[in-house]
């Protein structure tokens, strides 16, 4: 018996091909019994039929076989794909132990890039991707109201127009409301010095409307807004765990708060929150604001949130608000004409203002990648040509050209991986590292952190990468024939030029890339040292402040808190070191409240009263914060608690509402009621940036603390030579009024001005490293080109330096190269760069997208480093000895 | 050794189609002429038994298959055994072995 030709393996069969295969090994079966039967005297016919008739269901088995060895086929191809893909990987990891520099500055800018993207898409993903933490987030919408004929700018609800809201609306399955304002609360535990917790005030139909399960007991009801949960609390998983040791009766026990008894009726999950880190939510009590509708209607504090019906979209909600908002505008036109509602996607409004910034950044890390990958274009170009040889011999030796790509793209996706993996441990380490150095640096509703969506993008990205910067150079290394490049003998006087037009391509793709980060960083930077140059109004160094509440049934008269602020700061303006001591109800930067005004002798449009901020301060304020007085006098011992009402004005109210700015004894009202009480002006007071380093003062109204005590918390403002003896002082002098009021917020007023910077300054640190980062790939991109031409070209050099060319024409020759795809490149970067600057216009403050003064020094920076970059490798080819390169061949 | 009758019956195949390639490589009318004869014609399978039998087997990895040419100078479909199939034959076999014996035990005559 023949032995059969074992070496031969089936290649991968087609589907026709199996059939054809079964079919002939069937038929080679009824052949030779066929003949069997005939040698044992059948005829031919009947030999047929029998042998037949022997095997057996035949269509049964050849669509059996032919199953079981498609099967089969594509087991052994998984299998071969498998081997062939470690044998590359094995391959790639020997290439890159043989090459280490290589790897390294590959794994290096793999590592930075993909890392820029990792952390940022962290961000992105926590801010602007993840659900809220409430049940069917995306139905639910913040409902707000319009200033007055300004339905650009929004506003919280007022009490008795969210009832009216609530009741009228048709869209809404319901609408709930709450209220971050108000402040601070008072805990005093059985056996423990007081603390502050922060709380918000929440009625029943917001907790419906979340639709958020409480842990333990309930929330509270929905039944009306004057409901029996008057003194109950809910408190949040957090502040049951840490100051209630999770006790898990807590449901029923009374905890004092602001000097009442409260029942706790409910304990609600760990990830729920409202607005950030509350600790308790207190039931929302209208009943008083509703009782007095003509002043209330006009106050505007209240947050509401709906949820859509099902099958009810946003638009049909605005609508159908605003319906509501016309009825009532014609109904009260005192105090709603001219207002809408506006309706807004909660988690659009929850990412607020880091939405743009956040685009911003992710592009710009992507820009940064983008370049990452010239370079390793550039990089794996270059070394695949020098492996011609090796690619050439392994292409004689039976390698298909797929096969090699394929070996080539596993290299390069490998090393994206390990660079990938690198830069997920670098993002990790540096978000980490980041909040622990400023810890409100992103905003906490968003728990920021790398997980498995965020990986999931990580290693997309790396693969992408790998792709985008492996393809090109392996499909160009096996471009070029096989024969070619044997023939060169070891010699590669050709490879040069091979793919000379992508390096430089990608040369002045990388330069624009980075040109335009730069612009934009630029006007990031440009408008940060604007807003660090604006005039405060006031100084804030040596100042510090403090936030004192007072609390509970005592301090029910204005006479008593008055008596109490009045000990305090006596007690404080004489310890040492204290220049003045004041205090106002929001100090610059920290929010305003608004009031509507009346002047005395002006007619007043009822419907469109101006509006004024509206701040009580006590003691030397103005001497504390050395905001200069322009005219008349401050309060003095003259004004009385229950003397005639005295207020000051600032510039810009003074000019906005007085003919010629003149104010000082003018009188006015303030508030809802036409027939209030009129308020003498005694004085003008300079300006201050009070609502932000990059908005104009507000008009501004100061009203003397102790004719308004009903404001129960005032930050305290000390100018001292030392502060932490003011501060000393302060507590001191505020236990022994006291010893039950804690003292909370303690800062410099520096701290309180710069806050108001942080988020600007986080971004522009990520946008400028991203821009450097840029800057230094594009500039090593650059380099390795010409470096690489160069290396390649000392024979020509040599040649050329031997038949008398000059060094200076050398290095002209080289740098002229580089230099000419660079500019290429600055000027499709200074294009972007227009259109792209368009985006930024909303974060620019003081500088506009074009500055001229911007781009001329990214242009001339950018220049600069470029030309050094190809100054470099230029004087290397001057450098060539003649003889030695020519022999060396 | 739960097993389904007609799974019974396949493994029956099986292992004879092993044990007929054990001996040395064949084309699948070799292996049914083998059977024949070595069982005097008691254990014929049919044509549809043996060919689903031997493409299983080849998926299963026992055997493995090469185009070869026969006695006869026609190209015909070669099987050999795989170590795996080796391995099996010896597995089943020592099966076979106590299951035939349990039955003639239980069939003896008392």
Known sequence: ?889 | MARTPSELLQGTVDILILRALAWEPMHGYAISRWLDARSAGVLSVDGAALYQALHRLEERRLVSASWGTSENNRKAKYYTLTAAGRAGLRTESAVWKTYAEAVSKVLKPA
Not at chain 1, 204 to 222: A, I
Not at chain 1, 328 to 357: K, N, S, W
Not at chain 1, 588 to 601: A, D, F, K, V
Not at chain 1, 696 to 725: C, G, K, Y
Request: aromatic share 6%; glycine share 10%; net charge positive.
């Open chain 1, 1 to 889: 018996m023949p032995t059969p030709t074992r070496s031969f393996r089936f290649p991968w069969r087609s589907r026709a091909d199996i059939a054809r295969d079964v079919d002939a090994e069937l038929g080679f079966h009824l052949d030779m019994r066929v003949r069997e039967l005939i040698a044992q005297g059948h005829d031919a016919g009947a030999a047929r039929r029998m042998a037949r008739e022997e095997f057996g269901d035949l269509e049964g088995t050849r669509a059996y076989c032919r199953a079981a060895d498609a099967r089969s086929d594509r087991a052994v191809r998984a299998a071969d794909r498998l081997t062939e893909w470690r044998q590359d990987a094995r391959y790639a990891w020997r290439t890159m132990r043989r090459t280490p520099t290589f790897a390294a500055v590959s794994l290096l800018t793999l590592a930075l890039a993909i890392g820029a993207n990792t952390a940022i898409f962290s961000v992105v993903r926590a801010v602007l991707l993840r659900p809220l933490p409430y049940a069917d987030p995306g139905r639910l919408v913040a409902a707000m109201e319009s200033w007055p004929g300004n339905p650009g700018n929004s506003t919280p609800m007022s009490p008795p127009n969210y009832v009216d809201y609530r009741a009228q609306q048709r869209t809404l399955s319901d609408l709930g409301a709450y209220t971050t304002a108000i402040g601070p609360v008072v805990w005093r535990p059985d056996n423990a010095d007081p603390t502050t917790l922060t709380g918000i005030a929440a009625d029943g139909h917001l907790f419906h409307v979340l639709g958020v399960r409480p842990q333990l007991g309930r929330t509270f009801d929905t039944t009306g807004d004057t409901a029996g949960d008057s003194s109950s609390v809910v408190l949040s998983y957090r502040f049951w765990q840490r100051a209630l040791g999770g006790d898990p009766r807590v449901v029923g026990r009374r905890l004092v708060l602001d000097g009442r008894s409260l029942d706790v009726i409910g304990v609600m999950p760990r990830t729920f929150v409202l607005d950030h880190d509350e600790d308790i939510w207190l039931p929302l009590d209208l009943r008083d604001d509703l009782a007095r509708p003509a002043i209330t209607r006009k106050q505007h504090w209240i947050d509401a949130i709906g949820r859509l019906r099902p099958g009810v979209t946003v638009e049909a909600a605005r609508a159908d608000l605003g319906v509501v908002a016309h009825r009532l505008a014609t109904q009260y036109p005192d105090a709603d004409g001219g207002r809408t509602a506006i309706v807004t996607p909660l988690h659009q409004l929850a990412a607020g203002d880091l939405r743009t910034p956040l685009v911003l950044l992710q592009a710009a890390a992507v820009m940064v990648l983008l370049i990452a990958c010239a370079n390793l274009m550039n990089l794996t170009l270059s070394r695949t040509i020098g492996r011609r040889q090796e690619l050439a011999l392994r292409a004689a030796l039976g390698a298909g050209r797929g096969r090699l790509v394929r070996q080539l793209l596993t290299e390069s996706v490998l090393m994206a991986l390990a660079g990938g993996a690198l830069g997920v441990a670098l993002a990790m380490a540096g978000t980490r590292a980041l909040l622990r150095v400023d810890p409100a640096a992103l905003p906490p509703l968003f728990p920021v952190g790398v997980d498995a969506q965020v990986l999931a993008f990580s290693l997309a990205v790396s693969m992408a990468a790998g792709a985008l910067f492996g393809v090109l150079p392996a499909l160009h290394a096996v471009r070029t024939g096989v024969h070619d490049v044997l023939k060169e003998g070891g010699r590669g006087s050709s490879a040069p030029r091979s793919g000379a037009t992508l390096r430089r391509a990608l040369v002045a793709t990388q330069v624009a890339l980075a040109v335009m980060l730069l612009v934009g960083a630029g006007l990031l930077i440009r408008s940060f040292t604007e807003l660090t140059r604006v005039r405060l109004g006031f100084d804030p160094d040596h100042v510090v402040t403090a936030q004192l509440r007072v609390t509970g049934p005592r301090y029910d008269s204005i006479p008593i808190i008055n008596a109490f602020y009045d000990a305090v700061l006596g007690e404080v303006a004489h310890a040492p070191g204290v220049i003045a001591a004041g205090a106002a109800t929001l100090l610059p930067m920290q929010g305003t409240i608004s009031t509507s005004l009346r002047i005395e002798g002006q007619p007043a449009d009822e419907s469109h009263l101006p509006d004024m901020t509206y701040v009580a301060i006590r003691g030397r304020y103005f001497e504390a914060m050395r905001i200069p007085l322009i005219a008349g006098r401050r309060f003095d011992a003259t004004d009385t608690p229950d003397g005639p009402k005295r207020v000051l004005v600032n510039e810009t109210a003074a000019r906005r509402f007085f003919r010629n700015g003149d104010a000082v004894g003018k009188r006015i009202r303030i508030g809802p009621n036409p027939n209030g009480e009129w308020m003498t002006v005694v004085g003008v007071v300079g300006d201050v940036r009070d609502a932000g380093l990059d908005l104009p003062p507000t008009p501004t109204l100061f009203v003397d603390h102790a004719q308004e005590a009903w404001q129960h918390t005032l930050s305290m403002v000390l100018r001292t030579s030392d502060s932490r003896a003011a501060i000393d002082a302060l507590r001191r002098g505020v236990k022994a009024v006291d010893p039950a009021t804690p003292l909370r917020s303690i800062q410099s007023m520096d701290a309180v001005v710069g806050s108001s910077l942080d988020a600007r300054r986080f971004a522009l640190g990520l946008a400028a490293s991203f821009a450097g980062l840029a800057l230094v790939l594009a500039t090593l991109g650059i380099y390795g080109v010409l470096a690489y031409e160069v290396s390649t070209r000392t024979r020509e050099f040599g040649v050329r330096l031997a038949l008398g060319a000059s060094p200076g024409s050398m290095l002209a020759l080289v740098a002229r190269r580089g230099l000419a795809w660079s500019l290429v490149g600055l000027a499709f970067g200074i294009g972007g760069a227009v259109t792209g600057a368009r985006l930024l216009a909303g974060t620019l403050y003081g500088v506009g997208p074009l500055d001229p003064g911007t781009y001329t020094l990214v242009a001339a920076g950018s220049l600069a480093v470029v030309a050094a970059a190809c100054i470099v490798p230029a004087r290397r080819a001057t450098r060539v000895d003649p003889l030695t390169s020519i022999r060396s061949e």
